[in-house]
Every structure is written in C-alpha cells, then in structure tokens.
C-alpha cells in the first residue's frame, strides 16, 4: 500500500471522506493556494494590528488620549525645535512648563469624573495646547532661537 506524501492527503485518508476539504484543496490549482494563504495572513495580520493599536483604557477614555497624544507630539515638537537651534533653552524649559502644567489639570480633572473628562474639559486643553502651539511657532519664526 502506497501512503500519501502530503498533509492534506492523509487527512482525507484518516477521515475517509472523499471529497473533504482536502480533496478540494488538492485540486486548487498552486496559485489558488498562494492566493489563499497570502489572503488568510494578511486577514491575520490586520487583525493583529487592530487588536493591538488600542487599549481598553484608550477605549474608555478618547478625549484623554486625544489630549495626551497632542500634548506628547508637542513636547517631541519642543525638543526638535531646540535641537534645531530654533528656540533657546530657556524658551523649552518654559514651553514643556506649560505643558506639564496642561496635563496635570487634565489629571486633576479627570479624578473628578471617574477618570474621564467632559467635551467643555477637551475642548479648554486643546485651546491652552493650541496657545502653546503658537508660542512655539512663534519663537521659532521669531528668531528667538538665537543665541
């Protein structure tokens, strides 16, 4: 008795059926299987991705991630600029002051309410980032930077 070479023909084999999903991909053509195996990773690897781009705490509390996430793309924007030799030392010192004073009322706000914050709440730390913001491009443009 000759045994099967591959995986899928001793399946079909042990279970005895004849035209089990094994009989059927023996009968895909090598390209039907690329394509349906390089389908099924990619499925797998979006999922992975999906599953992992947010945490249950991000998931409870978008208006804190929102501000969180500006004020740590403003801090890297603070140090960039330093390292450019856009805006002096001192200037940095005072920018990432007033971000940390920024987060700190988002705390302070947010143990009010169960660790979240209101809509009015956003919006009043998006306006205060945004002041920020403009004292960056201000002392960068202004040629504040030089020393």
């Known amino acids: 008795m000759k045994l099967p070479n591959d995986f899928f023909s001793m399946a079909s084999l042990a279970s005895g059926a004849n035209r089990s999903i094994a009989g059927v991909i023996d009968t895909m053509s090598i390209a039907q299987k690329v394509a349906s195996l390089a389908l099924a990773a990619l499925f797998a690897a979006g999922t992975a991705a999906g599953a992992q781009a947010e945490t249950k705490w991000q998931a409870h509390h978008p208006r804190r991630v929102e501000v969180n996430h500006r004020l740590n793309r403003q801090a890297e924007r603070i140090h960039r600029e330093r390292k450019d030799g856009k805006i002096t030392p001192q200037q940095a010192v005072a920018l990432h002051r007033e971000d940390r004073g920024?987060?700190?009322e988002e705390r302070v706000a947010a143990r009010h309410d169960s660790g979240h914050i209101t809509n009015v709440e956003q919006h009043t730390f998006?306006?205060?980032?945004?002041?920020?913001n403009r004292q960056i491009r201000g002392d960068a443009t202004s040629g504040g930077g030089t020393q």
């Open 102 to 104: 920024i987060r700190h």
């Open 126 to 132: 998006n306006s205060q980032e945004n002041a920020v």
